[in-house]
């Protein structure tokens, strides 16, 4: 790709990675939702990586993650991507700090970026029984660890903590590759000084993991953990005791824990659960079957949508449905559905108003914003589009029997099902979340497609959203 064919920079990239960026045919390396409307390419992620606005600065980050490395898998951009992104390390601008959504907390670009590349090497030393990419695109993905490892490791003493703890998980995560092994002696000590004792849990697993693959004694780190472990379970049960003779005592100390900043999706998590049955509760349910619609001529205000005359969806966890993708702004929704907002809400935040969201009657869907941006799609159980999983329906189905069925399709592993206040489920490895609505004496589903931010339903939806039937 000639430097007139990439994307317009705010700043010049550094010459080292527009070396690289230039030298890579990119339209011939597709990430999971290449050519789909909206949705930016590889090049154009990669240029918002070092945009000057924040927003559009964390948007490339998070696509970065949803695009090229969506629910663990490497497709045939991620590599080249990688190692474009490490030639960014060491520019200044990488040193702007912002909220990043996989984690916790403010951090600078530069750290973010190298969680981004630990998570990339994490996926790397997996097998395609794994599922976690093609054969092609593994070989590609090691193939690259050499050089990651050569520009990540000058940053594993780094002066900012942040950046020196996310190059030492980068770098012990890059060493499963066995033509590095003979650099395993001089990181080691780093990994257990440094990376054993971060308040970070997922960096603590990559220590005790790698260490324990290194051969080294990890008995010590073990019995740590498990003792931190219980004494902040310790602590919660007393705090959450009125009556406990301790509990001033165990709220100071929860108030005065680190923050773990750990991803929501933890490194190792595959790895971690390989031979875990794919159907871990039993045979599976039939599956769900959509209410058959209203008939012909019915117009009340229950009036159900009948299969012909819904729009017919998929979805991408994480990315989008439809013809929306997370991240739009209004204009682009609207200018998407080809319809305006019927109803739109905006809340009041410092002297400026915030936009919540936007009802688009027509298309039968809610859009809710986050800073301007879409977080959340929800689509009316009466008349919406008809979003499928693996050709099942989602839209407009009695509520128990979908959730028998997505419940025995889970990954049997802490918090990848949770139910909000309301006993709605929330399914954390689709993006999805199940909710009720009300279509005259009978409930359907009414399927909220979320970015990992709103997994929290109770605080991260607005009250007319809990209050709609």
Do not use: K
């Not at 128990?400 to 997505?406: F, I, K, Q, V």
């Amino acid at each position: 790709m000639s430097d007139e064919m990439t994307p317009t920079l705010p700043g010049p990239l550094p010459p080292a990675a527009r070396a690289e960026f230039a030298g890579t045919a990119w339209e011939e390396l597709p990430h999971v939702c290449t050519g789909r409307h909206g949705v930016a390419d590889t090049p154009d992620v990669l240029v918002g990586v070092l945009a000057s606005e924040p927003a559009r600065r964390a948007r490339a980050v998070e696509d970065l993650y949803r695009l090229l490395l969506h629910r663990e898998r490497v497709f045939p951009a991620t590599a080249p991507a990688a190692l474009v992104v490490a030639r960014l390390l060491g520019d200044p601008r990488t040193l702007a700090e912002g909220r990043w959504e996989r984690r916790a907390g403010r951090r600078p670009l530069r750290a973010e970026l190298l969680n981004w590349l630990a998570s990339f090497a994490d996926i790397a030393r997996l097998e395609v029984e794994d599922r976690v990419g093609t054969a092609r695109d593994l070989t590609a993905a090691r193939a690259a660890r050499p050089v990651l490892h050569d520009r990540v490791a000058d940053f594993c003493d780094d002066d900012d903590p942040l950046v020196r703890e996310a190059a030492l998980a980068a770098t012990a995560l890059l060493l499963a590759d066995p033509a590095l092994a003979p650099s395993v002696p001089r990181y080691a000590p780093a990994v257990r000084e440094v990376l054993a004792v971060s308040a970070d849990s997922s960096y603590r697993w990559i220590a005790r993991e790698r260490l324990a693959a290194w051969g080294e004694d990890v008995t010590g780190l073990v019995a740590a953990e498990a003792e931190r472990r219980a004494a902040l379970d310790r602590a919660r049960e007393l705090a959450d005791d009125p009556f406990a003779e301790g509990q001033g005592q165990a709220i100071r100390q929860l108030e005065e824990q680190p923050e773990d900043t750990a991803a929501p999706e933890r490194f190792g998590r595959r790895s971690g659960s390989r031979g875990a049955p794919a159907v871990p509760y039993g045979p599976a349910p039939e599956p769900p079957v959509a209410a058959p619609g209203s008939g012909e001529g019915y117009r009340g205000p229950r009036r159900i949508a009948r299969e012909e005359e819904r729009a017919e969806w998929t979805f991408t966890p994480y990315v989008g449905v439809g013809p929306l993708h997370f991240g739009m702004a209004l204009e682009e929704i609207t200018r998407a559905l080809g319809e305006g907002p019927a109803v739109s809400s905006s809340s009041h935040h410092g002297e400026g108003r915030r936009l919540v969201y936007a009802d688009f009657t027509e298309s039968g869907i809610r859009a809710l914003f986050r800073n301007g941006r879409l977080g959340c799609v929800a689509v009316d159980a009466l008349t919406g589009p008809q979003v499928r999983l693996d050709a099942a329906p989602l839209t407009g189905c009695a509520p128990s029997r979908l959730e028998d069925w997505l419940v025995h399709r889970t990954t049997p592993r802490p918090g990848s099902l949770t139910y909000s206040p309301a006993a709605d489920p929330v399914f954390a490895d689709l993006g999805l979340a199940i909710r009720s609505q009300r279509a005259g004496d009978v409930l359907l589903t009414r399927p909220l497609f979320l970015l990992h931010d709103w997994l929290d339903l109770w605080h991260a939806l607005p009250g007319e959203e809990w209050n709609h039937s």
